[in-house]
């Protein structure tokens, strides 16, 4: 299948064109899976290695976050916006009922999904990620330096954009993939991604989470040295009936070592849909 017959722009009303794959499953009826991906990161860098053995069962829809990629060109960052955007999308493109599937800062994103599209969300998938991601010193330490932050990358955007692109690439080592990486952050707005870090390490569902009434699983990365696996499994007991799967691997699991990461994201997502019946 061409990229030309999965990857489309969508017009959200009253927020602009977004670009969303859409990677049909293998029947009309399928079950349709929502992917939302980290901090810094492009649906194509986070999930590239999932699209095809997911889409062998489902539908997949996945997005690029505003400022990130080909997401929406705007410098007001909100994890609430974020989560809208994406149910939007979906919307757009017919879907009634959907999995969402969130990896690291796309976790919070879908658990906003799911307190604010009930209807729409019926099952998540909640991958290397958290209740929250940062200390109360740091989180208030952020509100504070963030603005300025991004407003420096505004006044000097090439500096800005050049210092995220060399961090992202000071683990790899693969010339192909730094290649592809760079690619994807050409499109990245680096006031935005820093608002994006802002609003990840004030992030916190503690006091909602263990309200969510749909289907759940946690993968947990058991050797993640960002997210430390004591706190994703915290976000797993927080959750009613929410499953667990671990996959022995750090914080990039999702490419780094999808040979691991994919089957279990697979095994979470059929048992998520399964219980939610779709």
């Not at 997005?63 to 999308?89: K, P, Q, S």
């Not at 879907?95 to 019926?122: C, Q, T």
Request: proline residues 6%; hydrophobic residues 45%.
């Amino acid at each position: 299948m061409s990229e030309s017959q999965i990857d489309r722009i969508v017009e959200l009303p009253g927020r602009g064109p977004v670009w969303v794959r859409d990677i049909p499953g293998p029947g009309p009826g399928s079950p349709t899976l929502l992917l939302l991906h980290g901090l810094g990161a492009t649906a194509r860098l986070n999930w590239g290695p999932s699209f095809r053995p997911l889409s062998r069962h489902f539908r997949v829809v996945a997005l690029d976050h505003r400022g990130h990629g080909r997401g929406l060109a705007t410098h007001r960052f909100r994890l609430a916006d974020c989560a809208d955007d994406a149910v939007h999308a979906a919307e757009a493109l017919g879907v009634e009922r959907l999995v969402a599937v969130g990896y690291s800062m796309g976790g919070p994103i879908a658990s906003l999904a799911w307190s604010r599209h009930r209807e729409r969300v019926a099952g998540l998938v909640l991958c290397a990620t958290s209740r929250h991601f940062a200390s109360r010193g740091a989180a208030v330490a952020a509100r504070w330096m963030v603005p300025w932050a991004a407003l420096g990358a505004r006044l000097v955007p090439g500096i800005a954009h050049r210092r995220l692109l060399e961090r992202m690439l000071a683990r790899i080592e693969h010339p192909e993939l730094r290649e592809k990486v760079t690619r994807e952050f050409a499109g990245h707005r680096p006031a935005t991604v820093i608002q994006a870090a802002g609003a990840v390490g004030g992030f916190s569902s503690h006091d909602w989470i263990g309200s969510v009434d749909v289907p759940t699983a946690v993968v947990v990365t058991t050797r993640d040295t960002l997210v430390p696996p004591s706190r994703q499994r915290k976000l797993a007991a927080s959750i009613p009936g929410a499953s667990l799967y671990e996959v022995s691997a750090d914080h990039d699991a999702c490419v780094a070592h999808a040979d691991r990461f994919v089957p279990t994201l697979v095994e979470a997502c059929l048992d998520v849909a399964k219980r939610a019946g779709l």
